[in-house]
């Protein structure tokens, strides 16, 4: 299983743009990345996957270079409700199990 | 809307009763897993399975069962409850390779006294 590292937790303003970088080294060639999103309380929610270069939806994007072994997830203009722990994840290949990490916790602030 | 409805949000049990927490998704899901999530461990995948009648231990089995008889429902059971299984367990589904994402119930916050 591909082992995720990102930054445990990540401070930002009211209508910033927050970037959570994770690195996924031992990334396997059938292997995609997914990010999930947790509000206390609550089960994680799917935001974005990807395999390779860049993809956007309503939530967030996802950059992927070349070498696929980090990725970042960015949230344009944060707010207050955007405050949650984030996990990056590896799926594919040999499993299809979500394996989480300790996730990065962003802190949005006024 | 799709769904994962998970039980009861919250429980209290005693230790050394059975417990059972009911999932059910309405998605046609095949795969469903079971996760615990403790402050500071962060979510442990505890079984999951792939189909009707079929299982496979997660990362922390011990001490749990599982019953999938139904396409849409996956029970976790605690044979004999203790008070170091206290913790919020949520339920997921998701397709065959999970590309399009696990879909969460909103937990069940289980304490055992």
């Known amino acids: 299983l591909a082992k995720t590292t990102q930054p445990i937790s990540m401070d930002s303003y009211e209508g910033q743009e927050v970037n959570i970088t994770c690195s996924h080294n031992?990334?396997?060639?059938?292997?995609?990345i997914t990010w999930y999103q947790q509000f206390p309380s609550q089960g994680p929610r799917f935001i974005i996957q990807?395999?390779?270069t860049k993809v956007t939806n309503e939530v967030a994007s996802l950059f992927i270079p070349a070498d696929r072994k980090s990725s970042t997830l960015s949230l344009p203009r944060v707010s207050l409700s955007d405050t949650a722990v984030y996990y990056c994840?590896?799926?594919?290949?040999?499993?299809?199990?979500?394996?989480f990490g300790t996730g990065t916790r962003l802190q949005v602030f006024p | 809307d799709v769904k994962v409805t998970q039980s009861s949000r919250y429980l209290v049990k005693r230790t050394g009763e059975k417990v059972f927490l009911e999932c059910v998704q309405d998605m046609d899901h095949e795969n469903m897993f079971w996760y615990r999530q403790d402050p500071g461990l962060g979510l442990r995948l505890i079984y999951f399975?792939?189909?009707?009648?079929?299982?496979e231990k997660g990362d922390i089995p011990e001490g749990y069962s599982v019953s999938r008889e139904k396409k849409e429902r996956f029970s976790l059971i605690l044979e004999s409850a203790s008070t170091n299984q206290t913790s919020m367990y949520l339920c997921a589904s998701s397709l065959p390779d999970g590309y399009y994402g696990y879909t969460f119930g909103s937990g069940t916050r289980l304490t055992v006294v």
């Open positions: 031992n990334i396997a060639t059938n292997d995609y």
């Open positions: 994840l590896v799926l594919g290949g040999n499993t299809d199990k979500l394996i």
């Open positions: 990807g395999y390779k």
């Open positions: 399975s792939y189909d009707v009648k079929m299982k």
